[in-house]
């Protein structure tokens, strides 16, 4: 069906791995435009190994084989459509994950951004999942104006948006409650003052009244303009070479004059972007548009 030999761990996903056959890749091809069609979901964009990966995954959930079967079951059973979606986007995430972007952030990004007095300030973390991210750009404005208490009168100019093409996960995000997981890499004083209780540990109000959630299609809606800071970490690596690009030029668009880009440890800008941008920390990819 496939050539190349299969580890015996992968066998139990058979057509996640290893190249298709004429009839398998023409099925996959067609379940593509099906959930294009139906859900609005640009396949086409995502790596195709990745991809396949993912499908692969509700196709042995759902007991079928075949693409063209589990295309069958989409049309039969359209609430697996959101299962599906949510097994193709990467939805996992921590507050302050990988303390060393957070670190150059607050110790170089955040005052400079505090500086320009911007009315309003804008902040984006695009691919929010939990709203994880989001919040920990709002805790570090709050810790540095001052703590839950201030009264910095720029406190009331910042907006924090988050957006994620997963409704389930932008529940999540609203509701504010998080598992030990979620804080694993938070550091113990910040979340001795940011979260009350413990599983879940719920975020405190002052940090959630400067985000806004909502749901937002990279490759397809409009992106929000004026960005003085734009969060997009380990999401673009999932797109093809092209679809990055294209993002890549469209956050260049959405940055007011200044603005700042950080993106995954493993991601880096390239194509007609890259020339917008100077980097502010190589290794943590962090950009300042030029």
């Not at 069609?37 to 396949?43: K, P, Q, T, V, Y």
Request: charged share 30%.
């Amino acid at each position: 069906m496939r050539s190349g030999r299969l580890q015996p761990w992968l066998t139990a996903l058979p057509l996640a791995y290893g190249d298709l056959d004429e009839a398998d890749a023409r099925e996959l091809q067609a379940l593509k435009r099906q959930v294009q069609e139906d859900s609005g979901l640009r396949c086409d964009g995502y790596k195709e190994k990745c991809l396949r990966r993912r499908i692969a995954v509700r196709m042995r959930a759902r007991g079928v084989h075949r693409y063209a079967d589990y295309a069958a079951l989409l049309r039969a059973d359209p609430a697996e459509y959101e299962r599906l979606l949510a097994a193709i986007v990467i939805n996992v995430s921590k507050f302050f994950r990988n303390a060393e972007v957070w670190k150059v952030l607050g110790e170089r990004v955040v005052p400079a951004l505090l500086e320009l007095n911007a009315q309003p300030l804008r902040i984006w973390s695009a691919g929010t999942a939990g709203g994880e991210e989001a919040y920990s750009v709002a805790i570090m404005l709050l810790e540095a104006l001052g703590g839950a208490e201030s009264r910095d009168p720029r406190l009331s100019q910042i907006q924090v948006l988050g957006t994620d093409i997963d409704e389930e996960s932008l529940e999540v995000a609203r509701r504010g409650e998080y598992t030990d997981l979620a804080l694993s890499e938070t550091p113990p004083e910040l979340r001795a003052r940011w979260f009350t209780g413990e599983k879940p540990w719920r975020l405190r109000p002052e940090p959630r009244r400067l985000v806004e959630f909502r749901a937002l299609d990279l490759m397809r809606d409009p992106f929000p303009q004026g960005q003085h800071l734009i969060l997009c970490r380990n999401v673009i690596i999932y797109f093809e070479r092209a679809v990055q690009e294209e993002l890549f030029l469209r956050f260049r668009d959405a940055l007011a004059p200044g603005g700042y880009l950080v993106l995954g440890k493993v991601e880096t800008i390239f194509g007609p972007a890259a020339a917008s941008f100077r980097q502010i920390a190589s290794r943590e990819r962090i950009y300042q548009l030029a």
